[in-house]
């Protein structure tokens, strides 16, 4: 089975400091990693992937994540906050592994970010 | 460019009674997917299809019924409604799970249930 945890549910920081949203999973094998964006009232949007290679992955509005294997975390990062990234974010995981077609998501960490 | 596109929005069901959400999409994507959104639980998986004609069930599947009979349109059946299908679902589609489309959704903008 494959999981991930969002051990916070809320995150809060003041605009023009850095940002940290944390993501741990658990897979069978090598992962594939994302982090997703979801504005009130919106469905989801991609931010970001790990497939392979570089453990820092660079995404969409200055977000980046860095790739952890032995502590089998994926944490999402900004090194200067917007309030305009207030908004839930999710990270999700998928085996390698064919057969498992689908992603697994977390619970969610809503970002407040005050200005 | 359309998207992904749920139909309706917004739904208020009685016990008992049923109801299709539809979903369609315009970028030919193989893979679709239905996931319902409860508050603080994240999204869980419901039904998913690789292609016209096949589909497959995800984590939370019980209640609830789907169709693929072209590449564009995955229905959401429930039957017989119940209150713990109140909640926000959400259609996704996918180019595909190799390496290059690996799994980036695209995602509806969600229809809200409430079932009373």
């Known amino acids: 089975a494959q999981s991930v945890a969002q051990p916070e549910d809320q995150v809060n920081v003041a605009e023009g400091n850095p940002l940290t949203v944390k993501c741990t999973y658990s897979?069978?094998?090598?992962?594939?990693l994302f982090w997703y964006v979801q504005y009130p009232n919106r469905g989801l949007q991609f931010l970001l992937k790990?497939?392979?290679?570089?453990?820092l992955v660079k995404g969409s509005y200055g977000f980046e994540a860095e790739f952890n294997k032995s502590q089998t975390s994926f944490h999402l990062k900004k090194p200067s906050a917007l309030v305009s990234d207030s908004a839930l974010y999710f990270c999700?995981?998928?085996?390698?592994?064919?057969?498992?077609?689908?992603?697994?998501f977390g619970s969610g960490t809503r970002l407040q970010v005050q200005p | 460019n359309a998207g992904v596109t749920q139909t309706p929005k917004f739904r208020i069901l009685k016990i008992g009674q049923s109801m299709t959400l539809q979903c369609a999409q315009d970028?030919?994507?193989?893979?679709m997917y239905w996931y319902r959104q409860d508050p603080g639980m994240g999204l869980k998986l419901i039904y998913y299809?690789?292609?016209?004609?096949?589909?497959d069930k995800g984590e939370v599947p019980n209640g609830y019924n789907v169709s693929r009979s072209t590449t564009e349109d995955f229905p959401l059946r429930l039957e017989l409604a119940a209150p713990s299908q109140t909640s926000v679902y959400f259609c996704?589609?996918?180019?595909?799970?190799?390496?290059?489309?690996?799994?980036?959704?695209?995602f509806g903008a969600g229809s809200r249930l409430t079932v009373l």
């Open positions: 996704a589609s996918s180019a595909g799970t190799g390496i290059s489309g690996a799994n980036v959704l695209t």
């Open positions: 897979v069978s094998g090598n992962p594939y």
């Open positions: 790990y497939i392979t290679g570089d453990n």
């Open positions: 999700a995981v998928r085996a390698l592994t064919p057969g498992r077609r689908a992603l697994t």
């Open positions: 970028m030919n994507h193989n893979y």
């Open positions: 299809s690789v292609g016209a004609g096949i589909t």
